[in-house]
C-alpha cells in the first residue's frame, strides 16, 4: 500500500466531498487557506476552552475543590475516546447521507492503478476531514492545554493518541457499513422488482425518523450521555470499541500491564476493522446502476387520476412525477421535514411534558392537535411546491418539447403536490384525533385549515418554484435558488396568517365570551371556514397566474 | 393556406442574437416535403439555435419561422404535436423504465391508448429492447437510452423529426435500422433534419447538405452542388466541408502533436 496514493485519493476525496456543499459546482475554485482556517481556529478554541481550564485549577487555592478538579479532569479524559467514537460515528454517517443525492461520481476509479486498500484508506481518511476532525483537534487542543498546569501531560498524550484510534475505528466502521449497505440495497434492488421501489421509499423515511428521534434524543440528554459513557465502558469492555477508553482508565490507575494489552487489542482491533472494509469494498464497493424490472407486461389504461377530470398529459406528468419521488434518491429530503417537524415535537413531548395523568391536558392536546393536523402537510407542500419544477433539471428539454401547454404543466404539477398532501393532512389529522382526543369542531377545523392552506401555500410556492427554479444537477440537484426558498418561505408564512385568520378570530372570540360568562354562536366557526375558503382561493388564483406567466418565460428561455 | 406542397420548413431572414453576440446571422432556408437535410457546422455555429427556434423553444430576433405552414412563434404547442426530436445527449427520465417514459410520451402527444400499445410494441421489438423495457432507464448503456429517446422521437408518428446526432451509441443493426426507416419515412413525406459531425453519415443518408458556420449557412445543396460551389470535383463531404469552413489546413497542428 502506497501512503502517497492513500494521502493523494484521501485529498482528492476530501475535495470531492467539499465540492458538493458548494453552489457554484463548475467554477468553484478552492482556496486553501479557507479549508485550513477552520483547524486553525479549533486549535484555537481548544487552546482558549483548555487554556482557561487550566487556569481555574492552578487559581483554585482550595485543596479538596483542586482535588475535585483533578478527578473530573481525568474522568473526562478517560471518556473522551469512546466520545470521539460516538461523534465521529454521527458526522460520517450524516456525510454518508449528505452525499447520496450526489450526481458527480464520487467514487473509486477502477481503471486507476489504485489498491483496494488504498482507496479504503484513503476514503476512511477523507471521511474524517471536516465536522469530525475539527471537534477532535478542538479537544485535543484543549487536553493538552489543560494538562500543563495539571501535571497531566502523559495521559493527555495518551488521551490524542486514543481519540485519534476511535476516530479510525468510527470512519472505518462507516466505510464497512457503507459497502454493507450498498450490497444489502442493490440485492434488495436487482431482485425484488416493483417492491424495491415501495421499499426504498419506506426505507428512506424510516432511516430518517430513526436518525432525527436518535439526533433529538442526544441533543436533549448530552450530559446524560457523557456520565453514562464514563460509568459504562468499563462494564462493557467487550465491546472493542470502548477498549481505547478503558486503557485511558488503567493507565490512570497505574495499571500498565492492562493498559499494554487493550492498547494493542484496539490497535488489532482497528486493524481487522480495516481489513474487514478492504475486503466489504472490494467485493460490493463499485457503484452498480440498479436493474429494477417494474413490469413487463404494458397495461395502457384510463386511470384514476383521468376519472378525476385530469386530462392524459396532466395524468401522465403526475404519474411521472410519483415515481420520481418514490425512485429518485435526492429527492428524499422532500419527506424529511414533515418528519422533523413531527419528531421535534413529538419526541420531547412523549419524553416529558405530560399531564400527572400520562395525556395532554385538554388546550394543549387541541394545540398540538391543529400543529399535527396542519403543518406537516403544509411544509411538505410548500417543499413539494418549490422543488417540483426544477427537479425536472436537464429533462425539461423533453416538456418543453413535448406539445403541452403551460397551463397544463402548472396544473399536472399543482395537482400532484395538492393530491399528495391532502392526503397527508387527511391521514395525520385521523392519526391525531385518536391521539390527542381533540373535540370533533376542532378535529374538522384541523383538517378543513389543513386543506385550504395545502391548495393556497401550494400555489404560492409553486410559483416560487417556477421562478426560482434551478436546473443544474452537478454535484447535487439543486431544484430551486436559496433566495426563492427563503421568498416562499416568507410568502407561505403570510398565507398561512390570511388563511387562519378568520378562525383564528373566531377562537378569540369565543374564548373572550368564554371569560366573560357568554357564548359564541357555533354557525360563526363555519362562517370562517368559508372565509378562509375564500381568502386560499384568492390567493391561489391571484398566484396561478403568477405561476403561468413564470412557466411560460421559463419554456421559452430554455437554452 | 396549407397545402401538400407547403415546406416543411421556411426560414426567412431570421436573426438571433444575445447581447452582443450573433447566434445565426440572416437565414434564409426552405425545406421541402420528404426531405432529408443534414444540418453540419463547427461546434458554435449555430446549429442547436436553429433547430430550438424551428421547434418554436427560441424566439428568433429578427425574421420568422414556419413550419408545416404554421408560424412557430404563434402555435408552437400545434407545431410540437407534429415535431419528433431527439436531442444531442438523451437526458430522458431515467427513473422510470422504458415502458414508462414511452407510455408517458404516448400520453403528452394524445394517442389513444391502442395505438400506443401497438406502436410501443413495434419499436421496442425493432430496437432489440425486449426483454428490457420494464428496466429503469438508468440502468442502460448509453446505446439502449439513445433507441429509447428515438422510439420517443417516432412513436407518435411525427411529421418533421429534429434529429441531433441521432445514431451516436447505437449498435449497427439498429443504426441500420434507423437508417431505413429515414428513408422509408422520407418517402412517406416525413421531413428529416439531422444534425451531426459525422460527415459519413451525412454524405450518405441526406438529400441535401447545409453547412452554417459563425452563425452563417456557409452553403446549402446536394453534394454535387456543394463540390460545384467548393471547386472540388469529385470529393467527399469531409474535405468539402473543411474547405468550406476554413479549417481545412490541420497539417501543422496534427504535426506539432505528434513532436
Known amino acids: 500500500m502506497s501512503l502517497s496514493n492513500v494521502l493523494k485519493l484521501a485529498r482528492v476525496y476530501s475535495r470531492a466531498g467539499r465540492l458538493i456543499s458548494k453552489n457554484n459546482f463548475r467554477k468553484y475554485r478552492e482556496k486553501r487557506w479557507e479549508v485550513y482556517a477552520i483547524y486553525a481556529l479549533a486549535v484555537a478554541l481548544g487552546a482558549l476552552g483548555g487554556g482557561g481550564f487550566g487556569y481555574l485549577y492552578t487559581i483554585t487555592g482550595d485543596a479538596s475543590a483542586r482535588q475535585m478538579l483533578y478527578q473530573a479532569i481525568v474522568g473526562f479524559f478517560i471518556t473522551l475516546p469512546t466520545l470521539s467514537i460516538l461523534y465521529s460515528l454521527f458526522m460520517t454517517m450524516m456525510s454518508q447521507i449528505r452525499q447520496t443525492g450526489v450526481k458527480a461520481q464520487i467514487q473509486p476509479l477502477y481503471w486507476f492503478p489504485v489498491t483496494w486498500e488504498e482507496h479504503t484508506a484513503a476514503s476512511a481518511l477523507s471521511s474524517t476531514f471536516g465536522g469530525a476532525l475539527w471537534i477532535s483537534i478542538m479537544i485535543c487542543t484543549a487536553v493538552i492545554a489543560v494538562s500543563i498546569p495539571t501535571g497531566l501531560l502523559p495521559l493527555a498524550m495518551l488521551t490524542v493518541l486514543a481519540i485519534f484510534l476511535s476516530m479510525a475505528m468510527a470512519s472505518l466502521t462507516m466505510e464497512a457499513f457503507r459497502a454493507v449497505l450498498a450490497a444489502i440495497s442493490g440485492a434488495v434492488l436487482k431482485s425484488t422488482g416493483k417492491a424495491a421501489v415501495w421499499i426504498r421509499f419506506f426505507v428512506a423515511i424510516l432511516s430518517f425518523i430513526i436518525i432525527y428521534v436518535a439526533y433529538f434524543t442526544a441533543y436533549t440528554s448530552t450530559v446524560v450521555v457523557i456520565d453514562a459513557i464514563g460509568k459504562g465502558q468499563i462494564s462493557a469492555w467487550f465491546i472493542p470499541y470502548v477498549w481505547p477508553g478503558i486503557a485511558l482508565y488503567t493507565f490512570s490507575k497505574s495499571m500498565w500491564l492492562y493498559t499494554v494489552l487493550l492498547a494493542v487489542l484496539s490497535i488489532i482491533f482497528a486493524v481487522a476493522l480495516f481489513a474487514a472494509a478492504v475486503r466489504l469494498n472490494s467485493r460490493y464497493g463499485l457503484a452498480d446502476a440498479p436493474t429494477i424490472s417494474v413490469s413487463r407486461i404494458y397495461k395502457p389504461n384510463e386511470g384514476l387520476l383521468n376519472k378525476l377530470g385530469l386530462s392524459p398529459a396532466e395524468s401522465a406528468i403526475i404519474k411521472k412525477d410519483f415515481r420520481a419521488f418514490t425512485r429518485r434518491s435526492e429527492l428524499r429530503y422532500v419527506f424529511i421535514m414533515p418528519i422533523v417537524l413531527v419528531a421535534a415535537v413529538f419526541v420531547p413531548l412523549i419524553t416529558g411534558n405530560k399531564t400527572s395523568s400520562g395525556g395532554l391536558s385538554g388546550s394543549m392536546g387541541t394545540f398540538y392537535y391543529i400543529y399535527l393536523a396542519i403543518l406537516p402537510a403544509v411544509a411538505m407542500s410548500m417543499t413539494l411546491g418549490i422543488s417540483l419544477v426544477g427537479s425536472e433539471g436537464e429533462r425539461l428539454w423533453f416538456l418543453a418539447t413535448s406539445p403541452l401547454t403551460v397551463k397544463k404543466f402548472v396544473r399536472a404539477k399543482f395537482f400532484f403536490q395538492a393530491i399528495l398532501c391532502t392526503a397527508m393532512a387527511l391521514l395525520f389529522g385521523v392519526i391525531g384525533y385518536f391521539l390527542l382526543g381533540p373535540t370533533a369542531r376542532y378535529a374538522a377545523t384541523g383538517i378543513v385549515e389543513a386543506v385550504i392552506l395545502v391548495f393556497a401555500a401550494g400555489m404560492v410556492s409553486l410559483s416560487c418554484g417556477i421562478a426560482g427554479a434551478d436546473f443544474r444537477e452537478l454535484p447535487r440537484p439543486r431544484m430551486i435558488r436559496t433566495e426563492w426558498s427563503l421568498i416562499s418561505t416568507v410568502l407561505v408564512a403570510i398565507t398561512g396568517l390570511c388563511v387562519l385568520l378568520p378562525v383564528l378570530a373566531y377562537d378569540a372570540i369565543a374564548t373572550m365570551g368564554l371569560l366573560s360568562g357568554g357564548s359564541v354562536n357555533g354557525a360563526f366557526l363555519y362562517l370562517a371556514w368559508l372565509v378562509s375558503g375564500a381568502i386560499g382561493l384568492g390567493i391561489g388564483y391571484i398566484f396561478y397566474g403568477i405561476s403561468i406567466s413564470k412557466a411560460s418565460k421559463l419554456m421559452m428561455g430554455l437554452e | ?259
Open chain 2, 1 to 259: 393556406m396549407v397545402t401538400e406542397n407547403t415546406p416543411a420548413i421556411r426560414l426567412s431572414g431570421v436573426r438571433k442574437t444575445y447581447g452582443d453576440i450573433v447566434a445565426v446571422e440572416h437565414l434564409d432556408l426552405v425545406v421541402g416535403r420528404g426531405e432529408i437535410l443534414g444540418l453540419l457546422g463547427p461546434n458554435g455555429s449555430g446549429k442547436s439555435t436553429t433547430i430550438k427556434m424551428m421547434m418554436g423553444l427560441v424566439k428568433p430576433t429578427e425574421g420568422s419561422v414556419s413550419i408545416l405552414g404554421m408560424d412557430a412563434g404563434k402555435d408552437p404547442i400545434g407545431i410540437k404535436k407534429h415535431i419528433g426530436y431527439v436531442p444531442e445527449s438523451p437526458r430522458i427520465y431515467e427513473f422510470l423504465t422504458a415502458l414508462e417514459f414511452l407510455d408517458l410520451t404516448g400520453d403528452l402527444y394524445g394517442m389513444g391508448p391502442e395505438e400506443k400499445k401497438q406502436r410501443i410494441q413495434e419499436f421496442i421489438e425493432a430496437f432489440g429492447l425486449e426483454g428490457r423495457e420494464g428496466d429503469i432507464i438508468n440502468s442502460y448503456s448509453d446505446g439502449m437510452k439513445q433507441k429509447t429517446a428515438i422510439i420517443s422521437a417516432l412513436m407518435h408518428r411525427p411529421q418533421l423529426l429534429l434529429l441531433d446526432e441521432p445514431l451516436r451509441g447505437l449498435d449497427p443493426k439498429s443504426a441500420k435500422i434507423m437508417k431505413d426507416l429515414l428513408h422509408e419515412l422520407s418517402s412517406q413525406g416525413v421531413t428529416t433534419i439531422i444534425s451531426t459531425h459525422t460527415l459519413e453519415i451525412a454524405q450518405a443518408m441526406c438529400t441535401r447538405i447545409a453547412i452554417m458556420y459563425n452563425g452563417k449557412l456557409l452553403a446549402l445543396g446536394t453534394m454535387d452542388q456543394l463540390r460545384t460551389a467548393a471547386a472540388m470535383p469529385g470529393s467527399g463531404l469531409e474535405d468539402i466541408f473543411l474547405k468550406l469552413t476554413g479549417t481545412g489546413d490541420i497539417r501543422p497542428v496534427v504535426e506539432a502533436l505528434m513532436k
